[in-house]
């Protein structure tokens, strides 16, 4: 039942997943069983023998706050989807709802991997040499060091596992490339990170995350949230700075007209569609969180992607890595 | 002598600066008196009655740590240029020089206006209603409540001066649009800025920039040089994408190409060699900080600048602000 349109685009990824992998893949759809039996139905003119509806009755909407929500509502699609997992009923859960409550209730209900003091939310950037992971991407508004080197340690098992990355080169997204600058939390990452084992390569800048110098880079979630939601804007922005340009003069739109398929294309890897949803790290569980925005695609896209973590045994990496630490 | 292009770029933008501007303009050109000489001679053919070329034996490179150079370095084109301010023979510094060295020997030699306690950089975003003063964007990695409330005052006063804006529309950077969101500086800031006096819109998010929803949108240097950068890249990340999508592909690239234009004027707007150079607000006097790779253009466009914030009586009008809070 999450995000703006649910629950048909939610079905609808569903059913693509599901006809994207034909074998070892089921999904249990979480919402009003009423609502959601119709909605496939209406789709599909039958029920799927791979799709099986678990009744929540209650709905944690975009506006609720996140604690008070997982308090006040028991029996809401979040809850009930991730108690699936704790009770080992699901292997992954993919939400397009409330980023904070899926954050707070992973946490709550699939519980910290051991050695991992906080889950981070890792996302993902275009850059000119692939993709780029950012983590933390929100979840952790104020940071110690302790927690910034977690975020590079996790998201360089996630990096390498998913992307086949042999050493994922690890940055420290900070002002300036001397280990001199830096915030507080910066500068004591910067000496954590660089004892850690992990392929440190040190401070990158902001100009660094598209230019591909990392393929993780580390930062605290109140700067990466505020990245993250700049980056998603700059598409429109140029879309809407086009459109201005060429309004009124038809010389300019004739001449512009043949390129905006190419635009779109080359825009197209900013666009949060392609990777579906970013992964909640550090939980004991697999948990993806979508746009609210998303599309059919996008559902698919975080389906797929949540299979392929259960696969990798992406959680069981990081606990064997954090053992030595605890 | 400040930048990769010096002193090329520096002079050829102080000639064009006064070609533009016939009366009421005198540039002191501040550096090793034979090389500017000859640069200028080299240029023009002759030396300009409104070009004073005042001697500085040594040069602070964009590699030196900034409170060393200062240190060692007395005679630097840095020191000597904000001296002349200093001594009341100047009304302005520009540099292209190293922004760490500029910032420190602005607050350093011409102090901070009374009841500020922190000068900041203010830089510039292009947005869908017009330009975004960004504040800080660098000169402060760690910020206390009361650092991002002075940062707001200042940028309020420069872009109602400067822009015309009656009751500039200022944001807090925030992670939620919601008062209860963010790490401990932006908590502690929204309380603030609600009780100012300002017109205090509230938190804005990292979309929010691009979209023009503020006037000035205030956060800690560390953020903000942070999203500086970014967005400094992003340009560039484009051209190379769209670079790539036409690579071996002639159709692609001929319809491409009458496209070109329009999206390099489309791009202009996040380009900073428009804006010129970012102002040190706070401190007494005006000190304007270029790119390192700033055109003559850029030179032009900063030293045109800071004649109009020496015109609109900026720092009058923060110290008069400030005064009550005293």
Redesign the interface.
Same mark, same amino acid.
């Given at each position: 039942m999450g995000g703006d349109f649910a629950p048909g685009n939610i079905v609808r990824g569903s059913l693509d997943a599901l006809d994207r992998q034909p074998e070892g893949l089921d999904i249990l759809l979480v919402g009003p069983q009423d609502v959601l039996r119709k909605e496939i139905t209406g789709l599909r003119g039958r029920e799927d023998a791979r799709l099986t509806v678990v009744h929540a009755s209650e709905v944690i909407t975009m506006e609720d706050?996140a604690t008070a929500a997982l308090k006040q509502k028991k029996d809401s699609s979040i809850a009930v989807g991730l108690r699936l997992q704790g009770e080992g009923r699901a292997d992954a859960f993919v939400s397009a709802g409330n980023t904070g409550a899926v954050m707070s209730a992973s946490t709550l209900i699939l519980g910290r991997i051991p050695g991992i003091s906080r889950p981070t939310i890792g996302a993902f950037f275009?850059s000119?040499s692939g993709v780029c992971l950012l983590v933390d991407a929100?979840a952790n508004?104020?940071c110690k060091p302790r927690h910034l080197l977690e975020f590079g340690i996790m998201g360089s098992i996630y990096t390498s596992a998913m992307f086949g990355i042999g050493q994922p080169a690890v940055g420290l997204?900070?002002?300036g490339e001397e280990q001199? %600058?830096?915030? +507080?939390a910066?500068l004591g990452a910067h000496a954590l990170l660089r004892t850690s084992g992990l392929n440190f390569i040190g401070n990158v800048?902001?100009?660094?995350?598209?230019?591909g110098r990392a393929d993780v880079v580390v930062?605290?979630?109140?700067?990466g949230?505020?990245?993250? %939601?700049?980056? +998603?804007?700059?598409p429109?922005?140029?879309r809407?700075?086009?459109s201005?340009?060429?309004a009124d003069k038809p010389l300019?739109k004739l001449?512009?007209v043949?390129?905006l398929?190419?635009?779109r294309?080359?825009?197209k890897?900013m666009d949060y569609e392609e990777y579906g949803g970013v992964p909640l790290l550090g939980v004991r569980g697999v948990s993806i969180i979508g746009h609210g925005k998303s599309t059919p695609k996008a559902i698919m896209n975080m389906i797929l992607r949540a299979k392929e973590m259960v696969e990798k045994n992406i959680n069981g990496r990081i606990e064997q890595t954090m053992a030595p630490a605890r």
């Open positions: 706050g275009p000119a929100g508004v104020d997204l900070n002002v001199t %600058k830096g915030n +507080e910066a800048e902001g100009r660094d995350i598209l230019r930062c605290d979630g109140f700067t949230n505020i990245i993250l %939601k700049f980056g +998603e804007s700059v429109a922005f140029f809407q700075r086009i201005g340009y060429v300019r001449l512009m043949p390129a398929g190419t635009l294309a080359s825009m890897s």
